[in-house]
């Protein structure tokens, strides 16, 4: 079985977002899913921020592949850059070379390959609810946020508004306090620090309770950036920077209650999976 490890939101290999990426099956022989309890294993196993296990659907319906995510942890309801890697693998393969509709716990998610190699995702947008900042995230922060809001069932983060670039760069959190504030994780942003940066707003994501310290790049989050940044900014097409230490860029472009998110993909590893999935 054949198991990739795609850089997401790059153009480059070693940086954006790695993802493990198992295809099932194809277009013309449909299979489902293994076992949950042996995707989990090889998420752990290949210990990115998510594993991303797709199979094909048959012709005529909403969707065109099934996809599921898993951290080393856990399985989430949704996740961009393993996505986005999933798309890329795809229209390596030759399975794609127009949008590819994928069928998700969150519902139907579009991504459309563009001529220069970058895939758009079409995601749901983010509700924003403004929450009070609670004691214990101010202690798990270390610093006092400017303002919360909470992103919804399907993104499950808290996003948490910081003076400047500079601030969200110089967090060190404490992840074992900050693992008990969320459904998901905390999301910290500012503006970019100069109107040269090639960015509007940099971020930081850090999900220790799905067992994942600090994501490198984040695109659910920016389902929640984006309408929070247009809204300050006054514009619906924007970037972001995820300021991990691998960084990466994600264009976002608000169209109210869908965002969509721009961005490149690189394989860095390709190799066989020795561990074949039990029989049910």
Same mark, same amino acid.
């Given at each position: =079985?054949r198991?990739?490890i795609?850089d997401?939101? &790059?153009?480059r290999?070693?940086?954006?977002?790695?993802?493990?990426?198992?295809?099932?099956?194809d277009?013309?022989?449909?299979?489902?899913?293994?076992?949950d !309890?042996?995707m989990?294993?090889?998420a752990?196993e290949v210990n990115q921020a %998510?594993t +991303?296990? +797709?199979h094909p659907?048959?012709?005529?319906g909403d969707?065109d592949?099934?996809?599921?995510?898993f951290?080393?942890?856990?399985?989430?309801s =949704?996740?961009?850059h393993a996505t986005?890697?999933?798309a890329?693998?795809l229209?390596? !393969?030759?399975l794609? !070379?127009?949008?590819?509709?994928?069928?998700?716990?969150?519902?139907?998610?579009?991504?459309?390959p563009?001529?220069?190699?970058?895939? &758009?995702l079409?995601?749901?947008? +983010?509700?924003?609810?403004?929450?009070?900042?609670s004691e214990?995230l101010?202690r798990?922060?270390?610093?006092?946020? *400017?303002? @919360?809001h909470?992103?919804?069932? %399907? @993104?499950g !983060?808290?996003?948490? %508004? #910081?003076?400047d670039e500079?601030?969200?760069?110089a967090?060190?959190?404490d992840?074992t306090a900050?693992?008990?504030v969320?459904?998901?994780g @905390? @999301?910290?942003?500012a503006?970019a620090?100069?109107?040269d940066?090639?960015?509007d707003f940099?971020?930081?994501?850090?999900?220790p309770?799905v067992?994942i310290?600090?994501?490198p790049?984040?695109g659910?989050a920016h389902t929640?950036?984006?309408?929070?940044?247009?809204?300050?900014?006054g514009r619906?097409?924007?970037?972001g920077?995820? +300021?991990?230490a691998?960084s990466g *860029?994600?264009?976002a472009?608000?169209?109210?209650?869908r965002?969509? #998110?721009?961005?490149?993909a690189?394989?860095?590893?390709d190799?066989?999976l020795?561990a074949p999935?039990?029989t049910?």
């Open positions: =079985m198991l990739r795609i997401a939101f &790059t153009d290999p070693f940086a954006g977002n790695p993802a493990g990426v198992v295809l099932f099956g277009p013309a022989n449909p299979a489902g899913f293994p076992r !309890d042996w989990q294993q090889v752990l %998510e +991303a296990f +797709a659907l048959p012709h005529g969707a592949w099934a996809l599921r995510w951290t080393p942890a856990t399985e989430v =949704m996740c961009g986005l890697a999933t890329h693998a229209v390596s !393969d030759g794609a !070379d127009g949008p590819v509709r994928f069928r998700a716990r969150c519902g139907v998610l579009t991504a459309a563009h001529p220069d190699g970058t895939i &758009t079409d995601f749901p947008t +983010a509700p924003l609810t403004p929450v009070t900042a214990e101010v798990a922060l270390g610093t006092e946020p *400017l303002s @919360v909470d992103t919804g069932a %399907e @993104v !983060d808290l996003l948490v %508004e #910081l003076p500079r601030a969200v760069r967090l060190a959190p992840l900050l693992a008990r969320s459904e998901r @905390v @999301v910290a942003t503006p620090g100069a109107p940066a090639g960015h940099v971020s930081r994501c850090f999900f309770r067992g310290d600090e994501d790049v984040t659910s929640a950036l984006a309408p929070f940044w247009a809204a300050r900014l619906n097409a924007l970037t920077l995820q +300021a991990s691998r *860029l994600v264009r472009e608000l169209r109210g209650p965002t969509l #998110l721009t961005g490149g690189v394989t860095v590893f190799g066989r020795l999935p039990p049910r």
